[in-house]
């Protein structure tokens, strides 16, 4: 009676463990989902898209089955700890997902990527024009605004704000005055973002004065 007894326990022990994984499995699958897109300008931006691609390192907090393949090992598992870097649109969802409904434990920890360190936030409130943004990442404010809505960190969205109220102050001021675009390296330090606003300023200066003309 007692082995049929422990039998019977060992069974019921396996089904309950079937059901949890079956359960957690389901959980992370529908969290995982992509989720339905709203018609906004972004989700047909090209540069939107580019910037989602751009790769942040992590470091996963659990052993995931099946995703060796992302550090070159198909069908091998990512193991608890293991580093690496994935593009945003992955490890942005990633890092946000709790390990099951009741964990406080996301799939991974993203590392502060270099666009946010300390080292160059200094730079950009001592001297935001002698910064090269481009050099950092081509989509820099982009990359900024994805981070801060992760983090909901307001200050660092401040302290870009101000960087680029300053930036497109000069941006104008080029854009306004033919002369001094030529051979200046802080045009070659816009991202594409503001170089976007370079060309739609010059454009717009040069329509207007091609109408003052007419008068």
Known sequence: MCKISNALQGERTKKNSKKKTKTRSKYIIAKLQPQKHT???DYYDLDDILADSEKLTCKFNITVPG???LEGNPG???HEDTKLELPHWLSGILA?????EDSNINFLDLADPDIIKEKVINAIKTDPLAVDLHKLTPYYYSLILKWGNLYTDK???ANVMNCLKAR???IYNF???ANKTLNNEFLYTLDEFERALFKLTSDSNKSMRKWLKTK
């Open 96 to 100: 946000t997902v709790a390990i099951d």
């Open 67 to 69: 995703l060796g393949y």
């Open 39 to 41: 018609m906004t300008t």
């Open 175 to 177: 854009s306004n005055n």
């Open 155 to 157: 200050t660092l969205i």
């Open 168 to 170: 497109s102050l000069e």
């Open 76 to 78: 091998k598992p990512i």
